[in-house]
């Protein structure tokens, strides 16, 4: 059984900042990617940041240098540093992560339950 449990959403005036964790626990043999998505209400789910295990990254375009994604390998942990939030980052942000397990050595999505993050003055 694996889980992945997101804290740090909230409210946040525009142009102010979040930080958001996440954390996989269970039987994980080893993680490869680990990422943000998130999905705004009558939206698509999108890619918003993603890290490999070796550390590349990869950012959704309306993020590039305002995001910041990190992950600490020994404890299974993905961060995401969001600045200079607009109001159109409202979503509900998802944690992903492709992993294996003991029980399963094959590669497999698991995602989180998801953080509401409103940007609103």
């Known amino acids: 059984q694996v889980q992945l449990v997101e804290s740090g959403g909230g409210l946040v005036q525009p142009g102010g900042s979040l930080r958001l964790s996440c954390a996989a626990s269970?039987?994980?043999?080893?993680?490869?990617?680990m990422g943000w998505y998130r999905q705004a209400p009558g939206k698509q789910r999108e890619m918003v940041a993603v890290?490999?295990?070796?550390?590349?990254?990869n950012y959704g375009d309306s993020v590039k240098g305002r995001f910041t994604i990190s992950r600490d390998n020994a404890k299974n942990t993905v961060v995401l540093q969001m600045n200079s939030l607009k109001p159109e980052d409202t979503a509900v942000y998802y944690c992903?992560?492709?992993?294996?397990?003991?029980?399963?050595?094959?590669?497999?999505?698991?995602w989180g339950q998801g953080t509401q993050v409103t940007v609103s003055s």
């Open positions: 992903n992560a492709d992993l294996r397990t003991y029980s399963d050595l094959g590669l497999h999505d698991y």
């Open positions: 269970g039987s994980i043999f080893s993680i490869n990617a």
């Open positions: 890290i490999t295990s070796s550390g590349s990254t």
